[in-house]
């Protein structure tokens, strides 16, 4: 595109850059903020939002599944007072906001809506989005609470209430990152993604409040949030495969003739799963690749882009660690030419020849799913979870075996120490005071507030629920009103119940036998020394829902032979202790990987003293090397971290412990 100056000469015209965001926040709503407000001053253009996982999963900081989780991998929201201090001196009429909240979106929504309302922004000129996906959280980042028809319910109501009330408002971000962080390949991408999208439009559809005329418009807010891992061809052509099947998809299955409505709308944040902790430091150049596939490609361009820090494998990233990946899209944006230019790709060969056969497997799986009744159905049936499990076990394989090289990791391990790494403070660590203050604050809150007022508005809330009408207008009601993240979750749990989603791990064989022998040979041993297979209990103690992990080595350990407990995320201390009495276990694996290790195996090794039972306990997770020897000094008989890679060495080490230990 070109345009003239004062001279008459041809100049380029720029077409305006995406926004630019970090994925920020921990420790408690004021520190956030001056956070929020130093990254606003350094250039970023939109807020995205990280909750803790009690503010995430409906739990007060004095819950007994919120201990150790409170501020680490976000900021807890628990009250009104602290959606205002999180928000203080930020004029939210002004702000592009996004959200990373799933089961209690409804309800962080609401605080926002309510922080606006106080500081008079008319809320039809508030912009940003509410993640809102819940079907991909019973398959990757478990931080749901009810049942996938309900939540379907609530995700619905949040699209119907936005689309009068907050016009600019993306109500749902229907992500495939964490499709990808799960196992995903691109085509289950593409497929469950698109699949998830067209069960909330058929919700959408149905409901009487949405009329023909307004369902186009309805439909044009519909965002997605994407990932883009390190096959550079291969997702750029994912991306303009999303671009083509969304358009043919609103066309044709919908009948949205308005093309600006059928546009394929969406953000990223590019791979962390293949972030590695040995070299570290290779780790900016791969978040430089991988931002390219999803910003070179003007018709396929993401309009939101937010970057891991290169040390997120090591930890929480520190301010200068954000602002380098901020900086990375500042220098793409401003200093080259890539926004002067139409789409470089157009009548690429290869490009449309990929680009085709991406979208005509993803319609193929898109057929399958239907016939099993749609994207709910198939996470009830636990089809999708299985398939995901399967292919992240393929991927690890493949890099064990060395048929997928990860630079530094399983090729290329020779290096000199890395000086971005060392030293005390490379990484951020949040106090245990933390939680002892947040718990403070909340009990004093619940004393100032109108305690009558907050019980009428859950009232209203029960009624909205029980009476299938909108929760928005009661839960903005509820916040107004000082209802707590907890008591708001309780009312609804009370209604619609909890859900135990498919671990994926239950089929008789999922993994490869090549590769096993090590493990195999193990197990063999220990099952001779026992006089029967070792019994294995995997356990996620708290709230990490991030599973990958522990379902691989579960299915690693089945598959080597040995006896394999696993039930699932959102374990208390005491069940995993209970469980593996029950089980007669002869090793522990805890996974926990939202940094809440220590006083959660603290937890655990106690109540195995108290029990009596001298079972060895391993532990696996983000885990700096300080707290690598705490966690020993606790008793723990071994700790990996993600630069242990090769399962079969792990599972032939735990299965040597089990035996040792009897």
């Given at each position: 595109?070109?345009?003239?100056d004062?001279?008459?000469?041809?100049?380029?015209?720029?077409d305006?850059?995406?926004?630019?965001?970090?994925y920020?926040?921990?420790?408690?709503?004021a520190?956030?903020n001056?956070?929020y407000?130093?990254?606003?001053?350094?250039?970023q253009?939109g807020?995205?939002?990280?909750?803790?996982l009690?503010?995430q999963?409906?739990?007060?900081?004095?819950?007994?599944?919120?201990?150790g989780e409170?501020?680490?991998?976000?900021v807890?929201?628990?009250?009104?007072?602290?959606?205002?201090?999180?928000f203080?001196?930020?004029?939210?009429?002004?702000?592009?906001?996004?959200?990373t909240?799933n089961?209690?979106?409804?309800?962080l929504?609401?605080?926002y809506?309510?922080v606006?309302?106080e500081?008079g922004a008319?809320?039809?000129?508030?912009?940003?989005?509410?993640?809102n996906?819940?079907?991909?959280?019973?398959l990757?980042?478990g931080?749901?609470?009810?049942?996938?028809?309900p939540s379907?319910?609530?995700?619905?109501?949040?699209?119907?209430?936005?689309?009068?009330?907050?016009?600019?408002?993306?109500?749902t971000?229907?992500?495939?990152?964490h499709?990808?962080?799960?196992?995903?390949s691109p085509?289950?991408?593409l497929?469950f993604?698109l699949?998830?999208?067209?069960?909330l439009l058929?919700?959408?559809?149905a409901?009487?409040?949405?009329?023909?005329e307004?369902f186009?418009?309805?439909?044009?807010r519909?965002?997605?949030?994407?990932?883009?891992?390190?096959?550079?061809?291969t997702e750029?052509c994912?991306?303009r495969?999303f671009v083509?099947?969304?358009?043919?998809?609103?066309?044709g299955?919908?009948g949205?003739?308005d093309?600006?409505?059928?546009?394929?709308?969406?953000?990223v944040q590019?791979?962390?799963?293949g972030?590695t902790?040995?070299?570290?430091?290779?780790n900016?150049?791969?978040?430089l690749i991988?931002?390219?596939?999803?910003t070179l490609s003007?018709?396929?361009r993401?309009?939101?882009?937010?970057?891991p820090?290169?040390?997120?494998?090591?930890?929480l990233?520190?301010?200068?660690?954000q602002?380098?990946?901020l900086?990375?899209?500042?220098?793409l944006?401003?200093?080259?030419?890539?926004?002067?230019?139409?789409d470089?790709?157009?009548g690429?060969?290869?490009?449309?020849?990929?680009?085709a056969?991406?979208?005509?497997?993803?319609l193929?799986?898109?057929?399958k799913i239907?016939?099993?009744?749609?994207?709910l159905?198939?996470?009830?049936?636990?089809?999708?979870?299985?398939?995901?499990?399967?292919?992240?076990a393929?991927?690890?394989?493949?890099?064990?075996?060395?048929?997928q090289?990860?630079?530094?990791v399983?090729?290329?391990?020779?290096s000199e120490?890395?000086?971005?790494?060392?030293g005390e403070?490379?990484v951020?660590?949040?106090?245990?005071?933390?939680e002892?203050e947040a718990i403070?604050?909340?009990k004093?809150?619940?004393?100032a507030?109108?305690?009558?007022?907050?019980?009428?508005a859950?009232?209203?809330?029960?009624a909205?629920?029980?009476?299938?009408?909108?929760?928005?207008p009661a839960s903005?009601?509820c916040?107004?009103a000082?209802?707590?993240t907890?008591?708001?979750a309780?009312?609804?749990?009370?209604?619609?119940?909890e859900y135990r989603?498919?671990?994926?791990?239950?089929?008789?064989?999922?993994g490869?036998?090549t590769?096993?022998?090590?493990?195999r040979?193990a197990?063999?041993?220990?099952?001779?020394r026992?006089?029967?297979?070792?019994?294995?209990?995997?356990?996620?103690p708290?709230?990490?829902g991030?599973?990958?992990?522990?379902?691989?080595?579960?299915?690693?350990?089945?598959?080597a032979?040995?006896?394999?407990s696993y039930?699932?995320?959102?374990?208390t201390?005491?069940?995993?202790?209970?469980?593996?009495?029950?089980?007669?276990?002869?090793?522990?694996?805890?996974?926990?990987?939202?940094?809440s290790h220590?006083p959660?195996?603290r937890?655990?090794?106690a109540?195995l003293?108290?029990a009596?039972?001298d079972?060895?306990v391993?532990?696996?997770?983000?885990i700096?090397?300080?707290d690598e020897?705490?966690?020993?000094n606790?008793g723990?008989a071994r700790?990996?971290?993600?630069?242990?890679f090769?399962l079969?060495?792990?599972i032939?080490?735990?299965?040597?412990l089990?035996?040792?230990q009897?």
């Amino acid at each position: 595109m070109t345009a003239t100056d004062q001279g008459g000469r041809e100049t380029a015209q720029r077409d305006k850059p995406w926004i630019f965001r970090t994925y920020a926040g921990h420790s408690d709503a004021a520190e956030s903020n001056k956070l929020y407000r130093t990254n606003l001053a350094k250039g970023q253009t939109g807020l995205s939002v990280a909750f803790d996982l009690p503010t995430q999963t409906g739990y007060d900081p004095d819950h007994v599944l919120s201990r150790g989780e409170v501020g680490k991998v976000g900021v807890p929201i628990t009250h009104l007072g602290d959606m205002r201090a999180l928000f203080d001196q930020i004029p939210l009429a002004q702000m592009n906001t996004s959200m990373t909240i799933n089961a209690t979106a409804a309800w962080l929504l609401s605080l926002y809506i309510a922080v606006a309302d106080e500081q008079g922004a008319d809320r039809k000129l508030l912009q940003g989005t509410t993640q809102n996906d819940l079907v991909k959280e019973y398959l990757s980042r478990g931080t749901y609470v009810f049942p996938p028809r309900p939540s379907m319910q609530l995700t619905t109501d949040i699209v119907v209430f936005t689309a009068n009330e907050l016009p600019k408002w993306n109500p749902t971000n229907v992500c495939s990152y964490h499709l990808q962080e799960a196992g995903a390949s691109p085509v289950q991408e593409l497929s469950f993604a698109l699949a998830t999208a067209i069960a909330l439009l058929d919700s959408i559809r149905a409901r009487p409040e949405v009329s023909a005329e307004e369902f186009p418009g309805t439909v044009g807010r519909i965002s997605f949030f994407v990932n883009a891992g390190m096959r550079f061809v291969t997702e750029l052509c994912k991306m303009r495969a999303f671009v083509e099947l969304w358009d043919e998809i609103t066309l044709g299955r919908y009948g949205i003739a308005d093309e600006a409505m059928r546009r394929f709308r969406y953000g990223v944040q590019v791979n962390s799963l293949g972030l590695t902790e040995p070299q570290p430091e290779n780790n900016v150049y791969r978040i430089l690749i991988e931002m390219l596939a999803v910003t070179l490609s003007k018709k396929a361009r993401a309009r939101a882009v937010q970057l891991p820090a290169w040390n997120e494998a090591l930890g929480l990233p520190r301010p200068f660690d954000q602002q380098w990946s901020l900086r990375m899209q500042q220098v793409l944006a401003y200093e080259t030419d890539l926004l002067e230019f139409g789409d470089i790709f157009d009548g690429s060969t290869v490009v449309d020849a990929k680009v085709a056969a991406l979208k005509a497997a993803a319609l193929e799986e898109l057929a399958k799913i239907d016939d099993m009744g749609g994207a709910l159905a198939a996470v009830e049936s636990g089809y999708m979870k299985q398939a995901l499990v399967e292919n992240g076990a393929r991927r690890i394989e493949a890099i064990e075996r060395g048929e997928q090289v990860v630079v530094g990791v399983n090729k290329f391990t020779n290096s000199e120490p890395s000086p971005l790494s060392a030293g005390e403070g490379n990484v951020v660590t949040v106090p245990d005071s933390v939680e002892t203050e947040a718990i403070a604050r909340l009990k004093a809150w619940r004393s100032a507030r109108d305690a009558k007022a907050a019980e009428a508005a859950l009232a209203e809330l029960t009624a909205s629920a029980r009476e299938n009408r909108n929760v928005m207008p009661a839960s903005i009601a509820c916040a107004k009103a000082g209802v707590t993240t907890g008591e708001w979750a309780q009312t609804l749990r009370e209604i619609f119940g909890e859900y135990r989603a498919p671990t994926g791990v239950d089929t008789t064989k999922l993994g490869d036998a090549t590769g096993l022998a090590t493990a195999r040979a193990a197990v063999e041993k220990a099952t001779e020394r026992l006089g029967r297979a070792p019994r294995f209990l995997v356990g996620k103690p708290g709230l990490d829902g991030h599973s990958n992990g522990a379902e691989q080595i579960a299915v690693r350990a089945r598959d080597a032979g040995m006896s394999v407990s696993y039930g699932g995320i959102r374990q208390t201390p005491e069940e995993i202790v209970s469980e593996a009495r029950e089980q007669q276990a002869d090793i522990i694996g805890l996974s926990i990987l939202s940094g809440s290790h220590l006083p959660l195996v603290r937890d655990v090794t106690a109540r195995l003293r108290v029990a009596g039972m001298d079972v060895p306990v391993v532990v696996g997770g983000i885990i700096p090397p300080d707290d690598e020897n705490a966690l020993r000094n606790m008793g723990v008989a071994r700790v990996y971290t993600p630069k242990d890679f090769a399962l079969d060495g792990i599972i032939a080490d735990v299965a040597r412990l089990a035996a040792k230990q009897r």
